[in-house]
């Protein structure tokens, strides 16, 4: 790990929460709901649409994900009252996955019910390696039972291009990202070359089995090997979309919606924003370093 990032990381407990926000403030959209349906707004108003996330993950008592799902159902709510072009995304720890399956199956099916009943989309987050296998079997049991729901899966893992293969038959909606979790080498890729070789190789494979496939990256090398993919098989603009997270990439984003992309931003809002913060940056020590150079930057 670079000793920079080592660094930051040892110490950001130690960080006073006003100057944590100050630096998640970018890339969280808020608290509340109003500061996430004025943070949807502002990107709907920029020709890009969004997909909600209530922060919150990993939840150690099954009570809390009652809360969780009110969050989610409050979300779906604004997201039709505001008329916002909006989708979900949800982790399905969240709705208690590592504590309970079972109970985990059927919290998330009364928000993806109401969801699916007012249309609106929801994606499946894939989280670490430890729920990779009964997140995937969730989604096939949901989408065997509903449309309306989507999957996210990680190049890096060695395992996604078999995944991908394993899901045709359901005509999956995916979302392709690198992954942002610590894995093992045994069971994924570390190099970021073969990590981008394997990005292509998964959405190509999509792409030829005529999925739906939402493009997750800031990485300006991929996105121009994707936009060859594309054009290479002449697809229209509604097979797939580009994905960014808020505050990243911003002048990547307005290039590709001036060039007529579909392009959807991840703003992720909610009481948990401290907690997913530094979670998020002991998760990947190198965007720790990222985010301080994008707040130097700033300053
Ligand atoms: P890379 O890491 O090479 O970043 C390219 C450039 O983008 C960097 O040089 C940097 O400038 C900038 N950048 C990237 N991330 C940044 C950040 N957080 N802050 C500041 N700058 C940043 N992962 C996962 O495991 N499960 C999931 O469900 C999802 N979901 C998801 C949704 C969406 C819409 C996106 C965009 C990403 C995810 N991810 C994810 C995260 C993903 O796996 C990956 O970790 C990040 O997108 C970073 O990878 P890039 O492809 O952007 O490349």
Redesign the pocket.
């Known amino acids: 790990m670079n000793p920079i990032n080592t660094l930051i990381v040892r110490t950001l407990p130690l960080v006073p929460r006003p100057l944590v926000r100050l630096v998640a403030s970018?890339?969280v959209a808020g608290e509340t709901l109003d500061d996430a349906i004025r943070a949807v707004r502002h990107l709907n108003s920029e020709g890009c649409m969004a997909?909600l996330d209530v922060l919150g993950e990993d939840v150690t008592n099954l009570s809390e994900t009652d809360e969780t799902v009110s969050e989610y159902l409050e979300a779906l709510e604004a997201i039709l009252a505001h008329g916002l072009d909006s989708n979900l995304?949800v982790?399905l720890t969240a709705y208690g996955l590592k504590l309970d399956p079972a109970r985990c199956r059927q919290q998330f099916r009364r928000v993806l019910d109401a969801a699916r009943e007012r249309g609106v989309f929801v994606?499946?987050?894939?989280?670490?390696s430890s729920v990779t296998e009964e997140t995937i079997r969730i989604f096939e049991e949901s989408r065997r039972q509903t449309g309306g729901v989507g999957l996210?899966l990680?190049?890096?893992l060695r395992r996604s291009r078999a995944d991908v293969a394993r899901l045709a038959p359901l005509s999956p909606n995916v979302?392709v990202?690198?992954?942002?979790?610590v894995e093992p080498a045994e069971i994924a890729f570390q190099g970021?070359e073969e990590i981008r070789d394997n990005?292509m190789a998964i959405l190509e494979d999509l792409f030829d089995a005529g999925s739906y496939v939402?493009i997750?990256?800031?990485?300006?090398v991929?996105v121009e090997r994707a936009l060859a993919a594309i054009g290479k098989r002449g697809l229209p603009r509604d097979a797939y979309e580009f994905?960014?997270?808020l505050?990243?990439?911003v002048h990547?984003r307005h290039r590709l919606v001036s060039e007529g992309h579909r392009l959807?931003?991840?703003v992720p809002f909610g009481r948990s924003w401290h907690a997913y913060s530094l979670r998020?940056l002991k998760e990947?020590p190198?965007?720790a370093g990222?985010?301080v150079?994008?707040f130097l930057r700033r300053g």
């Open positions: 970018r890339y997909t995304s982790k994606r499946i987050d894939m989280e670490d996210v990680q190049a890096y979302r990202c690198k992954g942002i979790y970021h990005f939402g997750a990256t800031h990485d300006d991929l994905q960014m997270l505050g990243v990439a990547l959807r931003v991840y998020r990947n190198s965007i990222q985010i150079k994008g």
